[in-house]
T-cell receptor, first 114, second 115 residues
Framework: AQSVTQLGSHVSVSEGALVLLRCNYSSSVPPYLFWYVQYPNQGLQLLLKYTTGATLVKGINGFEAEFKKSETSFHLTKPSAHMSDAAEYFCAVSASGGYQKVTFGTGTKLQVIP | GAVVSQHPSWVICKSGTSVKIECRSLDFQATTMFWYRQFPKQSLMLMATSNEGSKATYEQGVEKDKFLINHASLTLSTLTVTSAHPEDSSFYIC???????????FGPGTRLTVT
């Protein structure tokens, strides 16, 4: 069984400020962890993923996330927010391998204030 | 590479009619595809797992007779919403597992509106 908790359904940051979106997971097996971004009326775009190996994962658009097993966390960060980052972000978990179902968190809507 | 398409992107149908949504992996073969549903301002919920050449596996609470899934080829899975009702209005997203097995690639979604 697996689950994802995203803390904060809405996060507002100023343009140029640090972005921090929180995600905690629960999994009975070693997890694969993902962050996706969704713009209005569009599908999902993969930002980054953790499967095995290095716990600090770098993704597209300057985002990165760190897998912390002891804290069961996979928080998403970006040093400097851009207006184009405003979107909905989903953290997700699956058992290892792409043949397993992906369980999504409830999402965090990021607002970037100019 | 690894592109998944969906057709149509937006469909409006009348209550009581059926509508078919296609999910295609354009540049890879996918033995496994997944169908998700997303209500407005909510997260994605898995509806069913579709395996090529076999019956789909539905998640608990999903009506298999209402949401018919066919995965007849390695590049195509279809979701048919039968006797659609307004409460079926939603955003339907499919994903396909790349043969490398590490990741699912998501389609752009289909917005269904039932009037």
């Amino acid at each position: 069984a697996q689950s994802v908790t995203q803390l904060g359904s809405h996060v507002s940051v100023s343009e140029g400020a640090l972005v921090l979106l929180r995600c905690n997971y629960s999994s009975s097996v070693p997890p694969y962890l993902f962050w996706y971004v969704q713009y209005p009326n569009q599908g999902l775009q993969l930002l980054l993923k953790y499967t095995t190996g290095a716990t600090l994962v770098k993704g597209i658009n300057g985002f990165e996330a760190e897998f912390k097993k002891s804290e069961t966390s996979f928080h998403l960060t970006k040093p400097s927010a851009h207006m184009s980052d405003a979107a909905e972000y989903f953290c997700a978990v699956s058992a290892s391998g792409g043949y397993q179902k992906v369980t999504f968190g409830t999402g965090t809507k990021l607002q970037v204030i100019p | 590479g690894a592109v998944v398409s969906q057709h149509p992107s937006w469909v409006i149908c009348k209550s009581g009619t059926s509508v078919k949504i296609e999910c295609r992996s354009l540049d890879f073969q996918a033995t496994t595809m997944f169908w998700y549903r997303q209500f407005p301002k909510q997260s994605l919920m898995l509806m069913a797992t579709s395996n090529e050449g076999s019956k789909a596996t539905y998640e608990q609470g999903v009506e298999k007779d209402k949401f018919l899934i066919n995965h007849a080829s390695l590049t195509l899975s279809t979701l048919t919403v039968t006797s659609a009702h307004p409460e079926d209005s939603s955003f339907y997203i499919c994903s396909a597992t790349h043969p490398r097995g590490q990741e699912q690639y998501f389609g752009p979604g289909t917005r269904l509106t039932v009037t």
